[in-house]
Structures are given as C-alpha cells and as structure tokens.
Nanobody, 114 residues
Framework: QVQLVESGGGLVQPGGSLRLSCAASGTIFSINTMGWYRQAPGKQRELVAF???????NYAESVKGRFTISRDNYKNTVYLQMNSLKPEDTAVYYC????????WGQGTQVTVSS
C-alpha cells in the first residue's frame, strides 16, 4: 500500500503564494505519474498539474504561468508552487500518484481571500 501525505495549504491573500507538498510512503515500486487535482465547492474535481517519471509536466490552462510542479524522486515527493493566487484558486487540493495503482492524498484546503 502507498500513503500520500499533503501539507502546505492555508489562507492567503490574492496575489500571494503557497507551496504544497505531497510525500509518498509505503511499498513503492516505480512511480509513473504524480500530480495534483483540486475541487472547489459545488464543482467537479479538475486536474491542476502532473509530472511523469520522464520529467515532463502538464498544466491546466487556468494555472499556466502561475503554478509550477516539481518532483524529488529520492524523497518520493511532489511539490506545487502556487504564485499569483486568485480567489478562484480556492479549493481542496488532492495529490495523486500512479504506479501499479492510483493513490490519493487526503486533501489540503487552499483559501485565497482578502
């Protein structure tokens, strides 16, 4: 089994920054993809960004140029640096990992408000 533990969420003013972290532990064979989804109240869960084992990255159009995903393969950890945050970025952010199966974190709340 694989466990994912997220951290770094919180309350920030518009224009501010946050950095989310997601550390994977347990029986890990070979991680394929790690990334982040988010879900705002009353909305469907949407893909924010992901990174593959080959190092490629992909972002939702709404966060391009503001968010950066990175990965530390030695620590089995993925990060999401979020800059120029907007109120519409408010959501619960979920980390996920794909290897033999897909695993999810418990979610961390990000609130962007003045």
């Amino acid at each position: 089994q694989v466990q994912l533990v997220e951290s770094g969420g919180g309350l920030v003013q518009p224009g501010g920054s946050l950095r989310l972290s997601c550390a994977a532990s347990g029986t890990i064979f070979s991680i394929n993809t790690m990334g982040w989804y988010r879900q705002a109240p009353g909305k469907q869960r949407e893909l924010v960004a992901f990174t593959t084992s080959g190092g490629s990255t992909n972002y939702a159009e709404s966060v391009k140029g503001r968010f950066t995903i990175s990965r530390d393969n030695y620590k089995n950890t993925v990060y999401l640096q979020m800059n120029s945050l907007k109120p519409e970025d408010t959501a619960v952010y979920y980390c996920y990992l794909v290897e033999l199966s897909q695993y999810w974190g418990q979610g961390t709340q990000v609130t962007v408000s003045s």
